[in-house]
């Protein structure tokens, strides 16, 4: 039998026995067969191309491995023969570390691959040829090395070439946790040439090799992530940092201790904090929560994930989520390693450093922080460090840009705190530049939604707890429909800082001052953070039904129409996308409705003339939570309906000054993408998009209609105005209530508590207690526009001032809100001296009533 021959039969027969035991998974995108490549010269024939697949370690295991894959997936077979012209190498694969197996004891210092060095003067023989080269990853299990740990470096995969014992045992205890990824092809003719012209003084292997296995580092990083230190490494590396030292020394002077005790503070305080990543804590969190999610979610579906793949190879990435629900932490850093990249460790509110629970997080990756570090400077100097500490290793971080859950299923405005941080840790010490992932969490039922139903209702907010999240825990059999996991449009920090000119800045120590450039820098990019959060939005069913039937009165609608409505709302955002990344549920209206039943959100009511949809029983302010969640999507066409269907007819022109007038307010609100300048444009297209739908139309001068009464084209355009109309109440509220206590005779903190309870009173007008009218944020944030865009100032005693210019603002509403509406709205408004007293007064005790209660906890 020939050589040839005798080394087929042992790769069949080593394949078959790495079947036994090896089960890859291929990360990332597969490969496809690409057609020739074209030719430099213009005119001339396409090159041939040959493929070869570039390993970085030495391994016939990892070779047989990657034959194996290629095979199956119908690829340029690994182990076949690589042919040339008339020359021909044994197999397409190159190994960048080469083995010379005549030399072992004494290898030469800068042994290229042979392999290599044959493909390139093949290259030279053969101008019509070139040569894909595809690095592939191969791993031997998922755990970063710890330094101190002889097991791991015996056991798992590590940055060496691993030895004949040493990959038997990576076989045998990994096989079924290997993992394969191909990369993107490069061009050896190209690489080649840039090394010529680039790096004339190296040879072009050196340059290939030296590329090449930086590129295949960085790659191995993104899954593996940087060698975890063990956990008293770290708190050791904190306390013994110079920053940490001389925190220490200012904490001994300041409250009078000796240095013992203050460092004993300090060690205390990173023993608080610090994280205690275990992969066997990962693995067994995965399989448990593979099971959960089977069992609590009908699927997790997740999009835009190549996004962060592509960015992790050259960025550190920190992901910046929406906070919805205590799942959010647990179903990110599932997907994430379900993916196969390395878990982010995770800032978590110390509220969830409970027994038991609190041990599991950290070793998830999670790391505690105190929900405020006001009045205690070694605290923040020891956390400052410690997170400085995970930035200069280049290991992914995660945190929620709002800081706390939202209860209404808005946005909530950020908390810049954890931001502020990591860029003035970035700005000591620039390890990597810094890509925000901001990452959008689309439920269609929340394991907490009765606990916000009743703390949107007045109750208190329910303390973390082991017994609570047991309760939690009962409802695992119940069904809560899909959850999506959507990933946005990154924002770079670098960019941040350039814009604001704050890119040169350097600071040298922890306790350095933030400059004002780069405060505005951390602004700006947690606004962009929350826009590109909206932007990603999941526009699934039970958000639809709930924008819809909620815009009801009695959150009722006939099946025909509703189906109809249904339809027109996924076809508009079809049509017109607020941004490409944005996902649309593919059911029809009418499969829709059966979801709804299916999770039991909504009820058919039989009748004779037509079956009627009405939300289930004590579900209305808990669908108002999934209606927030896509209300920015719909926000605009709302508009525009609701002063079409109120004027019966209005000029473009007006459409646009007033929607002009108001858009600062609604961007504030709902972190709306658009620019000023691009708003028009917006405004057009809209308008068009509803003329399509037939909802509107267009008369010979150019004037907006609306349809006939009592037509079905009316009722889809009363339906579609509704959800913008809560918003423009409240603002008209607080501008009432300004404008009835004249300039000058009222603070800013007495307008925003008397409008949060105004809010609550007028949501007795409505079928249920609608929750944005409790939400006092949104009044802060209409009090803050309203200053920014100079219709209101403040005097040296703090009272609010404004001229006529503010009192045109109001006269707006005759064109978006009806005559009862108004007059209601001014009646609520107008209070007496005595009773303005009476009600701030109560709201004070209200307010000194709860100070009292979190004292006490």
């Known amino acids: 039998m020939s050589k040839s021959g005798f080394g087929q039969i042992y790769r069949r027969l080593s394949s078959k026995l790495l079947d036994l035991v090896v089960t890859p998974h291929v990360l990332g995108e597969v490969p496809t067969e690409t057609p020739a490549l074209d030719s430099q010269d213009s005119g001339a024939e396409p090159l041939k191309k040959v493929v070869c697949y570039v390993l970085q370690n030495y391994s016939k295991s990892n070779a047989l491995v990657v034959d194996g894959e290629t095979r199956r997936l119908k690829l340029a077979p690994a182990l076949d023969p690589l042919i040339i012209g008339e020359q021909k190498e044994k197999a397409a694969v190159l190994f960048l570390q080469h083995q010379d197996e005549t030399n072992l004891l004494n290898p030469p210092p800068h042994a290229f691959p042979p392999r290599l060095l044959r493909l390139i003067e093949l290259l030279d023989k053969h101008p019509d040829y070139d040569i894909e080269l595809v690095p592939v990853t191969v791993l031997w299990g998922r755990s970063p090395d710890k330094e101190d740990s002889w097991f791991k470096l015996l056991f798992t995969d590590t940055w060496a070439t691993p030895s004949t014992v040493k990959q038997l045992m990576n076989i045998g205890l990994h096989g079924r946790q290997s993992f394969l990824e191909f990369h993107e092809p490069k061009s050896l003719r190209e690489l080649v040439n840039y090394a010529k012209v680039t790096h004339p003084n190296l040879s072009p292997a050196t340059y290939i090799v030296n590329q090449l296995n930086d590129y295949l580092d960085r790659q191995r990083e993104v899954v593996l992530g940087p060698d975890v230190s063990d956990r008293r490494n770290v708190m050791q590396s904190v306390i013994k940092s110079e920053d940490v030292k001389d925190g220490i020394r200012k904490e001994s002077i300041r409250s009078k201790i000796s240095m013992v005790e203050a460092e004993r503070r300090a060690i205390g305080y990173v023993n608080e904090i610090a994280s205690d990543y275990s992969h066997s804590t990962v693995r067994f969190a995965e399989q448990a929560l593979t099971r959960l999610w089977t069992q609590l979610y009908d699927g997790v579906e997740v999009h835009n994930f190549n996004t962060v793949r592509e960015l992790a190879k050259d960025y550190e990435i920190i992901y910046t989520p929406c906070h919805r629900s205590h799942i959010d932490y647990l179903l990110l850093s599932y997907v994430i390693y379900n993916r196969g990249m390395m878990v982010p460790y995770i800032a978590a509110g110390d509220n969830l450093n409970m027994p038991f629970v609190g041990q599991i997080l950290r070793g998830g990756g999670a790391f505690f922080i105190r929900r405020t570090f006001r009045g205690n400077a070694l605290y923040t100097t020891v956390f400052k460090e410690y997170l400085f500490s995970i930035l200069n290793r280049n290991t992914p971080l995660e945190y929620f840009i709002e800081g706390g859950r939202s209860r209404t299923g808005r946005l909530l405005p950020p908390k810049t705190g954890m931001l502020a941080m990591t860029v003035h840790s970035h700005l000591r010490g620039r390890a990597k530049p810094i890509a925000f992932v901001p990452t959008y969490f689309g439920y269609e039922r929340l394991m907490e939604g009765a606990t916000y139903v009743g703390e949107m209702n007045g109750k208190p907010k329910e303390a973390e707890s082991v017994f609570g999240i047991l309760k939690t825990l009962r409802k695992i059999e119940r069904i809560f429909g899909k959850v999506h996991v959507n990933f946005g449009e990154p924002v770079f920090l670098d960019d941040m800082l350039k814009q604001h000119g704050a890119d040169q800045i350097k600071i040298e120590n922890n306790d350095d001052p933030v400059p004002q450039e780069v405060s505005d820098a951390v602004n700006s990019s947690a606004k962009v953070i929350l826009e590109n959060i909206n932007r990603a939005a999941v526009i699934n069913p039970v958000s639809l039904l709930s924008l819809i039937l909620l815009a009801t009165t009695k959150h009722t609608l006939d099946e025909e129409i509703c189906i109809k409505q249904l339809d027109t709302y996924r076809d508009l955002l079809t049509a017109l996308p607020y941004d490409h990344r944005m996902q649309v549920t593919p059911l029809s209206g009418k499969e829709i409705i059966a979801y709804g039943l299916k999770l039991k959100l909504i009820k058919r009511v039989k009748h004779v003339l037509g079956d009627i949809i009405a939300i289930e029983d004590n579900q209305a302010v808990l669908l108002t939570y999934f209606r927030n969640n896509i209300l920015h999507a719909y926000v605009l066409p709302s508009l525009i309906a609701s002063m079409v269907e109120h004027n019966g007819k209005i000029s473009q022109s007006d459409l646009i000054n007033v929607i002009g007038t108001l858009y600062p307010f609604l961007k504030a609100e709902l972190f709306l993408k658009w620019s000023d300048e691009e708003l028009e444009e917006q405004i057009c297209k809209y308008v068009e998009g509803l003329v399509n739908a037939h909802l509107i139309t267009i008369d010979e001068q150019g004037n907006l209609c609306s349809p006939a009464p009592n037509t079905e084209e009316h009722n889809q355009l009363q339906v579609l105005a509704a959800p913008v109309m809560q918003s423009i109440e409240r603002y008209y509220m607080t501008l009432a209530l300004i404008t009835q206590r004249g300039s000058g005779n009222i603070s800013t903190k007495q307008v925003e508590d008397l409008s949060h309870l105004l809010g609550q009173r007028l949501s007795v007008l409505y079928e249920f207690n609608s929750p944005e009218f409790f939400d006092k944020a949104l009044f802060q944030s209409f009090i803050k526009v309203l200053t ?70």
């Not at 403040?794 to 007059?823: H, M, R």
């Open 788 to 857: 920014q865009q100079n219709y209101i100032n403040t005097n040296e005693d703090g009272a609010i001032v404004f001229d006529d210019n503010f009192k045109n603002v109001a006269q707006y509403a005759n064109l978006v809100l009806d005559d009862v509406t108004l007059q209601m709205l001014q009646h609520i408004t107008s209070f007496t001296d005595e009773e303005l007293k009476h009600a701030l007064d109560a709201v004070a005790e209200q307010q000194a009533k709860k100070r009292l209660k979190r004292k006490k906890k």
